[in-house]
């Protein structure tokens, strides 16, 4: 049984396995691609599968915490921008009072893009916090 | 009766640079504690139904956000009755011991609490932890980091200085701003200028965690380091994060395949006023093992902002390398420290690098500052871009690998003005700004923004404002390159941006080499004792030795003998010399290669006009001098002592081609000269005027005030003794064992030039 170690680095020993979120393979990510406008920002996005990927690479090699790391972020790939940033604002001490807001989010994240983990995380802060009284205003 | 004086090396000690730094005496109460403190719990775990309920002494119901977090994310359930149960002593015999593998501690360290990990290494000393770092860090190769800021946050220098980074060898590069708002300007012209020759240097901008993280989703950055965790749930929210934000933003990184590292280090809880009477190491255990929960794959530690203050207790430079050896044996990349000006004594800053420079590390330095100190936004960093040539002499000295390849200065002239022109052209490209030929020429020739003519504060914030309001992207960047005619430079951008597709280097210590990533996967630090591990190769340490001005023969003879082979020869011998009569003679002997192969001191003194003052002090003090070639030694007293055995006064001056020179006496010991001038680099005309009267008046049976030739503490060896060992080598290789001495006559001003 081989290991996903021997896939790494993927864009070596792997290559077909390194496609961007938007489908594009790497070898296609040129300097002529750019320049002629066929790569724009989706083009150079990492994919969840890629992601899922290295963190099976990273479980091999005995880092288990950097793989659930990289499934978190497997989670977020379709997470759009703003909604990433304004959810790590709401995970900042003093930005809610109301605890669920935050709840809330977590479950929009499961809901709409099968962020379980992300879900997860969010609702263990969401009891710390209420235990440590974070939701209270800093500003 | 008189009170003893005060001792004036008081005073003198007083008015050195390491009078500024500050001293502090141990205080657990205040938070000054390195490795113990009466209020660091003992360590202890409890497991119940599969769940931590007891960290170190406190309970779950008590447990704050640093706990909560390691309790439910670090502690290995698998590990933790075996690792706790061990004992530090033992442990830390293995950590030192090169038969036992690193992965077998880092299994250890997963069922370890913070207070475990730090009875295992307060139990070693300075020396042991830094072997032990040696073994347990991550990757095999070493590397460095660079801080790239100006005061003006101008960016025509940002690109030069980023680029002259490149070409230093580091592997990142990092930027922050005077003015929080230039982060984008800042951002472009790092991003431009870091793709200015080999490419492959990974770059982060260092600004408040939101905005680096749009900025990083832009495309220009390719890591993130400033992930600040802190050891006390009150400095942390006073950092304006939790655990959990900070872990979620370490995916949000990720998930747009940004490599992230985190950054702690002793002392931010006590600079920020909340370190509950704990010590700094024990606070940053804490933080190491939520670093690790969280799942990032590298810390930035070692003090960081607290280096100084930790620095400032005794132990303090040990402390730091312990809590850079926690990071590594919890399987974290590590960017260890150097990163600030610990100390104004040059000594210090010298003595805190060297034990890194020794082990190795994944980032010798998280902040060399490449730029002038006073460029530097960080605050100095340990390094700065006045002493970049003494960190290569180090590297040269313990044949050690820090990073750093030395740089020739003609190939920088060409490389800043390059990067100048890539980011002008991109500013003109993307209509944000017009750069004159004046501001870069000025730019290009400035080792610092005091010297330059360039971009106002004000320009720079609109030109960042214009960068962020129009969602320009580094795509953007690399096709505004390509059109100008930078390729080159638009294909190491791009590079950056495909590592974002392949994700290979979002694992542990990567960084790029010859444009492939190489990690602690591909590259994994296996020493296991000596001819293991990483070694420079035969090309790499040939490059590190070769710093700047290297001496070789050829160049030291080609500078150091001004002949001119059109001149006659101003020395002639007439035969055999004899031994003379006259009472009041003094005989100068002068050795073998004494004014044609060697023409003149290591002082610059013409070999003529120094025969001159010889003879001329002899006459003025009443002596007659007679020149003669001694050929069967070249050494100082020999030459003095036939000298003075061919004198009718039995008095004699031996004197080589460097310059050294000697009174000397017939009835002496070869080696108990009457008076010795050894310091030829500061002796004076003056003074072999004076040696010469002296000799004369010693010969009319006086006792003249010997000549005293005062040395002001240069370190005359370091300066010149390796010229000084190629030039005596010439003088040996002339001499001939039996020749007897020729007598000599002077012939100047009768053709060619004396120099």
New interface residues.
């Given amino acids: 049984m081989n290991s996903p ?1 021997d896939l ?5 020993k792997a ?1 077909e396995a ?3 979120a938007s489908g ?1 393979p ?1 070898e296609r ?3 002529d691609a ?2 002629s406008g066929q ?3 989706a083009e ?4 969840a599968e ?2 899922r ?2 963190a099976n ?2 479980r091999a ?3 288990d ?6 499934e ?6 379709d ?1 759009p ?1 703003d909604i ?2 304004e ?3 709401m ?4 930005r809610l009072t109301d605890p669920s807001l935050l709840s809330e989010r977590a479950e929009m994240l499961r809901r709409d893009y099968g962020a379980h983990a ?1 879900a997860a ?2 609702e ?2 969401v009891a ?2 209420g235990r ?1 009284n ?1 939701f209270r205003r ?1 500003y | 009766m008189t009170s003893a004086p005060r001792w004036r090396r008081f005073d003198e000690w007083d008015s050195r640079p390491l009078r500024r730094d500050q001293f502090a005496v141990e205080d657990s109460e205040a938070g000054f504690a390195t490795f113990h403190s009466p209020w660091d719990p003992a360590p202890s775990a409890q497991v119940e139904n599969g769940r931590v309920v007891e960290i170190d002494g406190k309970l779950e119901a008590e447990f704050d956000i640093l706990d909560a977090f390691i309790a439910a994310h670090h502690l290995d359930l698998d590990v933790i009755d075996e690792a706790m149960a061990m004992d530090p002593a033992e442990v830390a015999r293995m950590l030192v011991d090169i038969n036992v593998p690193r992965e077998r501690l880092e299994r250890l360290a997963r069922g370890m609490t913070p207070a475990k990990l730090v009875s295992v290494v307060s139990m070693m000393s300075s020396l042991e932890i830094t072997f032990a770092y040696s073994k347990m860090r991550q990757r095999r190769t070493p590397g460095n980091q660079a801080h790239v800021t100006n005061a003006k946050d101008d960016p025509l220098q940002l690109a030069a200085d980023a680029a002259v980074a490149v070409a230093l060898g580091f592997d990142e590069v990092e930027t922050t701003m005077r003015v929080a708002s230039n982060s984008w300007a800042n951002a472009m012209a790092c991003a431009v200028g870091a793709a200015v020759g080999r490419g492959g240097v990974l770059f982060q901008c260092s600004i408040e965690e939101a905005e680096e993280l749009r900025i990083g989703m832009a495309g220009f950055t390719s890591y993130a380091e400033t992930v600040s965790v802190y050891g006390t749930e009150p400095a942390f929210v006073d950092g304006d994060d939790t655990p959990w934000s900070k872990a979620f933003l370490t995916a949000a990184y990720a998930s747009r395949g940004i490599k992230a590292r985190c950054t702690s280090g002793a002392s931010a809880e006590l600079l920020m006023g909340f370190h509950e009477r704990q010590s700094v190491l024990y606070l940053e255990a804490r933080c190491l093992c939520l670093q690790r929960a969280m799942g990032v794959q590298g810390t930035q530690n070692g003090g960081i902002d607290g280096a100084p203050l930790t620095v400032s207790m005794a132990g303090g430079m040990r402390e730091l390398m312990a809590e850079n050896l926690i990071a590594v044996w919890l399987g974290l990349e590590c960017a260890s420290g150097n990163d600030t000006r610990i100390s104004e004594s040059e000594i210090r800053v010298g003595a805190k690098i060297t034990p890194y420079l020794l082990a190795g590390s994944d980032l010798i330095c998280s902040g060399f500052g490449s730029i002038r100190k006073y460029d530097n936004t960080f605050n100095p960093s340990l390094f700065n871009g006045e002493d970049i040539e003494d960190f290569l002499a180090l590297q040269r000295d313990f044949e050690a690998d820090g990073g750093l390849t030395p740089i020739q200065e003609g190939d920088m002239r060409e490389l800043r003005m390059h990067a100048i022109r890539a980011i002008a052209a991109v500013f003109d490209e993307l209509g944000l700004a017009k750069v004159p030929e004046a501001w870069m020429l000025s730019v290009a020739a400035a080792s610092g923004s005091q010297e330059t003519e360039s971009f106002s504060p004000g320009e720079v914030a609109r030109i960042s404002g214009a960068i962020r309001d129009r969602g320009l992207t580094a795509l953007d960047v690399v096709r505004a390159l390509e059109r100008r005619g930078f390729a080159k430079e638009a294909e190491n951008l791009l590079m950056m941006l495909r590592q974002r597709i392949s994700g290979d280097y979002l694992q542990t210590s990567a960084i790029l080499r010859d444009g492939k990533v190489i990690s602690a996967l591909n590259d994994p630090n296996d020493y296991r004792g000596p001819g293991s591990g990483y070694r420079m190769s035969d090309a790499r340490w040939q490059a590190v030795r070769s710093v700047r001005d290297l001496q070789t023969r050829a160049g030291v003879l080609e500078r150091e003998r001004r002949v001119d082979p059109t001149a006659a020869p101003w020395l002639v011998p007439k035969g055999e010399a004899q031994k003379g009569s006259d009472p009041h003679e003094v005989v100068v002997g002068l050795s073998p290669a004494f004014g044609n192969e060697l023409t003149q001191t290591t002082a610059g003194h013409d070999l003529i006009d120094v025969v001159l003052a010889l003879t001329e002090g002899i006459r003025e003090g009443g002596g007659v001098p007679r020149l003669v070639r001694i050929r069967h030694t070249a050494d100082t007293s020999f030459l003095g002592l036939t000298a003075a055995r061919l004198s009718g006064s039995g008095y004699g001056i031996g004197i080589q081609g460097k310059g050294t020179a000697v009174i000397h006496r017939a009835d002496r010991l070869p080696h108990m000269n009457i008076e010795l001038f050894s310091n030829a680099p500061v002796t004076t005309l003056e003074h072999y005027r004076a040696m010469g009267r002296n000799a004369a008046l010693y010969a009319r049976g006086q006792t003249p005030e010997p000549i005293i030739v005062p040395v002001d503490g240069q370190a005359l060896g370091a300066r010149h003794h390796v010229r000084i060992a190629m030039l005596y080598a010439i003088e040996t290789g002339l001499v001939i064992a039996d020749a007897p001495p020729l007598g000599l006559a002077m012939s100047i001003g009768q053709g060619g030039t004396s120099a």
């Fill in positions: 170690l790494y680095p993927i864009a070596e290559p390194a496609v961007s594009m790497l990510l040129t300097l750019v320049v790569v724009g920002p150079i996005r990492i994919s890629v992601l990927l290295q690479i990273a090699a005995g880092r915490r950097l793989a659930l790391n990289l978190r972020a497997a989670e977020l790939v997470v921008q990433i940033l959810t790590y604002e995970m900042r001490p003093g992300i995380l969010i263990e802060a710390v916090y440590r974070l800093r």
